[in-house]
């Protein structure tokens, strides 16, 4: 069986933004099963945090994410 993911190397900023993405879809797909069952009094909501000042850039040396 071939894995679910590419071979090449690991991405940090690449697997931070699939997961950002998986948190989109799973919302998406909880509202939809939530209105198919009739559950009028339930919002799902998924969005961006905004822009803030972390620690993350301490990781990226000439452009490439180390971890």
Do not use: C, D
């Not at 699939?18 to 509202?31: D, G, M, P, V």
């Amino acid at each position: 069986m071939e894995p679910p993911v590419k071979s090449s190397a690991y991405g940090a900023l690449e697997a931070y933004g699939q997961s950002k993405r998986a948190n989109i879809l799973f919302t998406y797909e909880l509202a939809r099963r939530l209105e198919t069952e009739g559950q009028t009094q339930i919002t799902v909501n998924a969005l961006h945090p905004g822009v803030i000042t972390t620690e993350l850039g301490r990781h990226i040396i000439g452009g490439r994410w180390y971890m």
